[in-house]
């Protein structure tokens, strides 16, 4: 059973019966009829209202002169000193026109990151934790990377470039190639899916130990509750640390891949 919080429950109850009747047009059968928007869809629809509305509040505070916090955060995200930014990750691996990449690698990348980090949040969770939705991340990439190589190449230069540079292994590769591009979109799901979930279940499992030492200890004397729950207090924080550090790395990942894959689909053979 998925977990339901506050928040889908109120949108399920403002927009259930939209959903329903939507579900209905497409002969589509709700699997929890009182709440026909799952956890993860309506998880993902608030990551991206608030991604937009944090991008157009440090829009409106862009400045020369003065930049403040939220722009410089922005900052390091497009550029940083370590190379990891999503401007330093396309420019290094998506061949010569990677600036026009970076709208589309930039929102994915984002999407991700903050759609990792709702996890971190008790009353939230993180939509990446549902295998649907990095599966949906990686259909867009996959078809995004496949149509900018048709666009640099053509359509019957693009199929060439999967049949290799020996003309009479052509036979071979092209079938292995395509196998191999097609296991992208495994790759990309599995990953991000498999430690954003593990990374949850770890997380649940600690903060319960933490409810129930807190809640043996109370019944028996509050000081003896506080005493007993200081130490598994201090687990759960930690597993949020890591819960940060693993949807930093998960976000990086999602930005360097596409990347390289956008770089691969667009080389010229010299």
Not at 15 to 41: I, Y
Not at 248 to 270: C, K, N, R, S
Request: charge should be neutral; include cysteine.
């Amino acid at each position: 059973m998925e977990h339901v919080s506050a928040l889908t429950h109120l949108v399920n109850r403002i927009f259930g019966n939209l959903a329903l009747s939507v579900l209905s047009a497409l002969h589509v059968k709700a699997t929890d009829p009182e709440n026909p928007m799952p956890e993860h869809v309506v998880m993902a629809l608030a990551v991206l209202v608030v991604g937009t509305l944090l991008a157009l509040w440090v829009r409106s505070r862009l400045s020369v002169e003065r930049p403040g916090a939220s722009q410089q955060i922005a900052e390091i995200l497009l550029n940083n000193p370590m190379g990891f930014g999503i401007r330093d990750v396309l420019s290094q691996n998506a061949g010569h026109h990677w600036e026009r990449y970076i709208p589309m690698v930039g929102s994915i990348a984002l999407f991700v990151l903050l759609g990792n980090l709702f996890g971190a949040f008790p009353f939230l969770t993180a939509p990446t934790s549902a295998y649907t939705v990095p599966l949906a991340c990686a259909i867009v990439t996959f078809l995004y990377f496949n149509w900018q190589g048709m666009r640099h190449h053509g359509p019957i230069g693009y199929l060439k470039h999967f049949t290799g540079p020996v003309a009479w292994l052509a036979p071979l590769m092209f079938p292995v190639e395509i196998l191999s591009t097609t296991a992208r979109l495994l790759s990309l799901s599995v990953r991000l899916w498999a430690n954003i979930f593990a990374s949850d279940i770890i997380y649940g499992l600690f903060l319960g130990l933490f409810a129930g030492a807190f809640t043996s200890g109370w019944t028996k004397s509050p000081i003896l509750g506080v005493v007993v729950g200081v130490l598994p207090a201090l687990i759960p924080i930690a597993f949020i640390l890591l819960h940060v550090f693993v949807s930093v790395v998960q976000a990086y990942v999602f930005t360097i891949l596409p990347a390289v894959y956008i770089g691969m689909a667009t080389a010229d053979e010299h």
